[in-house]
């Protein structure tokens, strides 16, 4: 399939791996292949951590339990760090979910590009788009959730009235209201929208640097033989692997890092605020 969509162009290939296997049209699309792979991957987290659960062992932890229980604490820290001693219950879940959850999703980027849509278009699948979060309704949904998180602890610690009070005497007080409103508007609706778009852009243009390199060693191997193609292969694959590696576990931290720093800020009262 690769070989195809090369031959015909560059372009043709990219904007082939580009897109999804979707239903509808508009604002009814649904990308199936992001809804799939989505639950997929949270359906692993949920079956991994119910093994794990089951096969807990006090006095002789194994490995894989002893690198559980640091990620649960490393995401615990981070909490306690934003919140103090006073973090809702679900806080820290929710943090870890996001931290997993996020990380699983962009390391669908590191499986071989060509691989699973391969083995799709033998099974008469003409699109498939691995990774969920290159598909920019993922991670804006997931920010919106968060957003929306976030207006439901401002609500509930400073109430309606404190609320309110936020976006008239913030950031520049009480004489100036009408600045005060659109300002503090804008800095609430950002949130969610560069919370979204950073994820979502740092990982389209890893996928698309992982097309350039498969264009490229092929254009390689078309011109001068598996002689040239295969450590130019080797090389750029894991060159690229080692820094993207550390890019999908980057933006997962930061993706839950920003979650936990807004919703602490919704728990700070108004006054403070």
Same mark, same amino acid.
């Given at each position: ?10 372009v043709?290939y990219?904007?082939?791996? &580009? ?8 604002f009814w ?7 799939i ?11 991994? =951590?119910?093994?794990i ?5 006090t ?7 002893n =690198? ?17 001693? @006073?973090?809702?219950?679900?806080? =820290?879940?929710? =943090? ?16 071989p590009?060509?691989? *699973?849509p %391969? ?5 008469g699948?003409?699109? &498939?788009?691995v990774v969920?979060?290159t ?12 957003? %929306? ?9 400073k ?5 309110? @009070?936020?976006? *008239?005497f ?16 804008i800095?609430?609706?950002? @949130?969610?929208?560069s919370?979204?778009l ?16 498969? &264009?490229?060693?092929?254009?390689a191997?078309?011109?001068?033989? *598996? ?36 919703l602490?800020? %919704?728990?700070?009262? %108004?006054?403070?605020?």
């Amino acid at each position: 399939m690769a070989t195809e969509n090369t031959g015909g162009g560059s372009v043709e290939y990219i904007q082939h791996h &580009l897109t999804n296997l979707s239903v509808g049209q508009g604002f009814w699309q649904l990308n199936i292949d992001t809804l799939i792979f989505s639950f997929l991957l949270g359906g692993l987290i949920l079956f991994v =951590a119910m093994k794990i659960g089951q096969n807990l062992r006090t006095e002789t932890p194994g490995r894989f339990q002893n =690198a559980v229980e640091g990620v649960l604490e490393f995401v615990d820290n981070q909490v306690k760090d934003s919140f103090g001693g @006073k973090a809702p219950a679900l806080i =820290a879940p929710l =943090a870890l979910t996001i931290l997993i959850w996020v990380w699983l999703m962009n390391f669908m980027d590191l499986i071989p590009i060509d691989l *699973l849509p %391969a083995i799709a278009h033998g099974l008469g699948v003409t699109h &498939l788009k691995v990774v969920p979060t290159t598909d920019l309704n993922t991670p804006l949904a997931m920010a919106l959730v968060v957003f %929306a998180l976030t207006v439901f602890y401002n609500l509930k610690v400073k109430g309606v009235g404190g609320y309110i @009070k936020m976006f *008239l005497f913030h950031p520049f007080g009480k004489f100036f209201i009408p600045v005060n409103i659109v300002m503090t508007l804008i800095e609430e609706l950002a @949130k969610p929208i560069s919370l979204g778009l950073r994820l979502f852009g740092n990982m389209f243009a890893g996928e698309l640097v992982f097309m350039l390199i498969a &264009l490229l060693t092929l254009g390689a191997t078309i011109g001068a033989g *598996l002689l040239i193609w295969f450590p130019l292969q080797v090389v750029l694959d894991l060159a690229w692997l080692i820094f993207h590696i550390l890019v999908i576990s980057l933006q997962a931290f930061i993706f839950m890092v920003l979650t936990i720093v807004y919703l602490g800020m %919704a728990h700070i009262d %108004a006054d403070s605020h």
